[in-house]
């Protein structure tokens, strides 16, 4: 609850800075910024919706979310409605708790599907838009590294853990945070299953990985997310793989 807000506030401070709504969004550019508030806090009242339904087979109809007018355009009208959004986000969660079953569309990651397992997703959902605010107005910024850790963290065991069968050649994937974190995905015809590691010498480990990425976390979280180019990291090995885990789409 405290990244939320933490990154929440962060987020409506870079869209406060904005000479503009109509900005154009670099790592959206079909989106103006008030596009990309408005995608945002409708994100965030979505999620609030699915975690106050509990446990269900699907999320809530649109109308649990999508009610009134939408976003404001004019200023102040604006970001009060930012703010609203996580306000019912924060009561949600809080009413929940961490531990209550709810629908998730990661039903066959390595995460749970729990309310607690929401409020981290949104963490890292609105960090990484609150970096293309930033981005927008001209002040990007790095995740922080409490956030940026965990967020990959996230990607790994949440977004990449899959039970959907890897169409390619079976490999082992490694990603190194220079902050002392360090993850291994495998990768084969049973899916994607990942799994934290200590940080040995290359040389100590017996198990060779097909290919490496090594970068700050905030870093591996951007470059995950296409926010900053593959080659921002230091690669090692078969490069091809790291193409082919970009261009994998596990739902389709």
């Given at each position: 609850m405290r990244l939320i807000d933490e990154r929440s506030t962060a987020f409506r401070a870079a869209v406060a800075a904005a000479p503009t709504f109509d900005m154009q969004v670099p790592t959206h550019p079909e989106r103006t910024l008030f596009d990309l508030v408005q995608h945002v806090g409708m994100g965030r009242r979505k999620a609030a919706a699915v975690v106050a339904a509990g446990p269900a087979d699907g999320p809530p109809e649109k109308s649990a979310w999508e009610g009134g007018p939408g976003a404001p355009r004019e200023r102040d009208a604006l970001l009060a409605w930012w703010t609203e959004s996580i306000e019912q986000l924060a009561s949600a969660l809080r009413e929940a708790g961490p531990d209550r079953d709810c629908w998730t569309w990661w039903d066959d990651s390595q995460s749970p599907q729990t309310s607690g397992a929401w409020a981290r997703r949104q963490i890292h959902e609105i960090a990484v838009h609150t970096y293309d605010a930033q981005l927008t107005v001209g002040a990007p910024q790095p995740l922080p590294d409490e956030v940026a850790l965990?967020?990959?963290?996230?990607?790994?065991?949440?977004?990449?853990?899959?039970?959907?069968?890897?169409?390619?050649?079976?490999?082992?994937?490694?990603?190194?945070?220079?902050?002392?974190?360090?993850?291994?995905?495998?990768?084969?015809?049973?899916?994607?299953?990942?799994?934290?590691?200590?940080?040995?010498?290359?040389?100590?480990?017996?198990?060779?990985?097909?290919?490496?990425?090594?970068?700050?976390?905030?870093?591996?979280?951007?470059?995950?997310?296409?926010?900053?180019?593959?080659?921002?990291?230091?690669?090692?090995?078969?490069?091809?793989?790291?193409?082919?885990?970009?261009?994998?789409?596990?739902?389709?």
């Open positions: 965990d967020g990959f963290d996230d990607c790994q065991f949440t977004l990449c853990s899959t039970t959907v069968a890897w169409p390619h050649k079976p490999a082992v994937v490694d990603y190194h945070a220079t902050e002392g974190a360090s993850w291994r995905l495998w990768l084969s015809h049973d899916g994607a299953r990942a799994a934290r590691l200590p940080r040995p010498a290359a040389s100590e480990d017996p198990d060779t990985p097909d290919a490496s990425a090594q970068g700050t976390a905030s870093d591996l979280v951007l470059m995950f997310y296409n926010r900053i180019p593959l080659d921002s990291l230091k690669l090692k090995g078969d490069r091809h793989i790291f193409d082919q885990l970009i261009a994998w789409d596990p739902s389709v």
